[in-house]
């Protein structure tokens, strides 16, 4: 439970307080000096407020200021910027709240279980497909990519019920991708489909689907060149609890 500050502490919280931005390179000699308060007092002040001391305080400053946005550091970016980094944030953070936790110990298990992993991807979701097969091929787990439409649909009717599918694609409309998975589909051959769209043909034909938010907001509205940062938000933390589980 926090103390009751005295009135020369409770001078000091207000004085830190107004001068948030330098406090984190400020020692605790230069403090006492401009707050015209005893380094007594600042220690006594920061255990109350429930830290170790002035350093503890400090190092708690530094952590909350590279976990924050801090537009201070920007002041020549305009509203229309800030829109934007917002909007990569907002992306990011509503999309991990989506994720189910349950379909990514499945989709982690069944990949274990798989002979190959073979990822399906089109367009610029073909840069996440890359990084997959190589963290993958890095995890000694046997994996393909295919971004070419012919041999998407070729493959797909190759595939035994030894391999996981992962299909990677934002709107999950994408035509080669759809008949690759009805393939899949067909035959119960064990797939996973990453998207960012709550309704589209592959989520019906998906066994497992992890699903992220996708911003409706665009800079390039007359280019289907949306961004596939919740793919990307999504696939990391595939992979990073596949790595998880290999070292249990």
Sequence with gaps: MEQKLSEA???LWNYIMQHLQEIPNMSIIKLSEHANVSTTTIVRTMK???YDGYTSFKHHLKDKENNEINFSKMDKVDAQIRRSILKNEHEVIRTINMLNTGVIEDAIQKIQAAKRVIIFARGFSELIGEEMRTKFQLADKYCELYTDPNIITK????????DMVIF???SGETKELITAAQNCYN???????ITASEANPLLELAELALVGYKSEISLFPDYEVRSRLPLLVIARILLDSYAIRLQK
């Excluded at 493959?155 to 030894?162: G, P």
């Excluded at 035959?187 to 489909?193: M, P, V």
């Design 9 to 11: 502490e409770e001078f």
């Design 48 to 50: 109350k407020k429930g």
């Design 155 to 162: 493959i797909s009717t190759r595939l035994t019920k030894n």
């Design 168 to 170: 990677i694609s934002l």
């Design 187 to 193: 035959e119960e051959i064990g797939n996973l489909l």
